[in-house]
């Protein structure tokens, strides 16, 4: 939504796209009936108190969008991608090593 008379020198941004209901031909907002999550509220709140989430908003100075060629893509401020899982190394060469020990005693005993 975007609005003249703004009091902020800075634009948030909202991305809901992970928060609605799939439909037959058109997916549909939550509205918290029946113990579903409310969409609508949290989009409508986040917007009322400009709150900040990751993944989900964020408030956008002007500096940083005109360093972007004014452009306003959501997916370019709020990304919903997920952090990769930290793989600890050393106990997976561990649990590599466990496995090709049992290996090698099961075949010599067979």
Wanted: hydrophobic letters at 30%; one cysteine or more; glycine letters at 2%.
């Amino acid at each position: 939504m975007l609005k003249k008379c703004k009091k902020h020198d800075d634009v948030l941004f909202i991305n809901a796209s992970e928060y609605f209901e799939k439909g037959k031909r058109q997916n549909r907002l939550r509205d918290g009936k029946d113990g579903q999550p409310n969409d609508i509220k949290k989009i409508v709140e986040c917007y009322q108190f400009r709150t900040e989430e990751v993944r989900y908003s964020r408030c956008v100075n002007m500096r940083e969008i005109e360093k972007n060629d004014f452009n306003l893509n959501i997916s370019r401020y709020v990304s919903t991608a997920k952090p990769e899982p930290i793989i600890d190394l050393k106990e997976v060469h561990n649990d590599l090593t466990s496995l090709e020990e049992k290996v090698l005693t099961a075949t010599t005993n067979a």
